[in-house]
């Protein structure tokens, strides 16, 4: 009877230890599904990640070619705003200069100053200016 029971309890043992085994069996293979998941899921964001990165590399290339035309663009702009300065200030004296040689010929006298040596004596208005100019140039 002790032999009869020992067995017996040897048999459900062994059952609980297959169930177990059964049960750790399935885990594990529930665990290794799972990693395969997991692996799929970081495969799948790795791949994200190298397209997305490279999206980026392509736009970070596009803008930098974006700004250089600009610099580009700016540095020419600028050259041509120092020429354009500089073709005004240079048309801005020719006005100056033409202004003045039309006031020196003009039909205006201009009052001299007094000569240092006689005081009460002035300087002679010019003569010509723009009304002989014109008689010279129509023939008169």
Same mark, same amino acid.
């Given at each position: *009877? ?13 059952? /609980? ?10 885990? =594990? ?5 799972? =990693?395969? =998941?997991?692996?799929?899921?970081? @495969?799948?964001?790795?791949? &994200?990640?190298?397209?997305?990165? #490279? ?7 596009? @803008? &930098?070619?974006? %700004?250089?035309?600009?610099? %580009?663009?700016?540095? @020419?702009? &600028? ?5 354009? *300065? ?7 004296? #020719?006005?100056? /200069? *033409?202004?003045?040689?039309?006031? *020196? ?36």
């Amino acid at each position: *009877m002790k032999l009869q029971k020992k067995l017996i309890q040897d048999e459900l043992e062994l059952q /609980e230890q297959d169930q177990w085994l059964s049960a750790a069996d399935e885990k =594990v293979l529930l665990a290794t599904e799972e =990693v395969k =998941v997991y692996k799929q899921r970081i @495969h799948e964001i790795e791949q &994200e990640l190298e397209k997305t990165e #490279r999206s980026f590399k392509n736009q970070l290339a596009i @803008h &930098e070619e974006k %700004v250089q035309e600009n610099w %580009v663009k700016a540095w @020419h702009t &600028e050259r041509l705003i120092a020429k354009e *300065m500089r073709e005004a200030a240079s048309l801005r004296q #020719r006005l100056l /200069e *033409m202004t003045e040689k039309l006031a *020196m010929s003009q039909e205006e006298p201009v009052i001299g100053k007094p000569m240092p040596d006689q005081p009460e004596v002035q300087n002679a208005p010019r003569r010509g200016g723009r009304s002989v100019l014109l008689s010279a140039a129509q023939g008169t």
